[in-house]
């Protein structure tokens, strides 16, 4: 019987679609934990935004785009660096997946935003 995970991979569609998946989860989990290092009225502020605006943002699905990315960690005090994988290691590391599976925590090491 082939599961779900497979078949999708086995699609040009399916496996277009993780890749989304996949990206947009680690852009969420990325955006939430940088921005935990600052309250949500700070990084308004910071933005020059309403609160109302960060907390859709960090509500969403991972669907920003580039420039609102960088901005907002930015203004959280951090960068994101990119990590270019083929699809045949994909599966290793979607979703804080530890190898040969798809279930896991995911591990950030996010610097410690300089205070003053």
Not at 9 to 20: F, H, K, N, P
Not at 40 to 60: C, K, M, P, S, Y
Not at 90 to 114: K, N, S, Y
């Amino acid at each position: 019987m082939t599961s779900l995970l497979d078949y999708l991979r086995s699609t040009e569609t399916g496996s277009a679609a993780l890749s989304d998946a996949r990206l947009r989860y680690d852009v969420l989990v990325a955006l939430r934990a940088a921005c935990r290092s600052v309250s949500e009225d700070e990084l308004a502020a910071r933005l020059g935004i309403a609160r109302w605006r960060v907390q859709r943002t960090l509500a969403n699905d991972g669907n920003v785009s580039i420039k609102k990315l960088a901005r907002y960690l930015n203004a959280a005090g951090y960068e994101l660096k990119v990590e270019l994988v083929s699809l045949e290691r994909a599966d290793e590391t979607a979703f804080g997946a530890q190898p040969g599976g798809v279930e896991g925590q995911i591990a950030l090491e996010l610097p410690q935003a300089a205070t003053s």
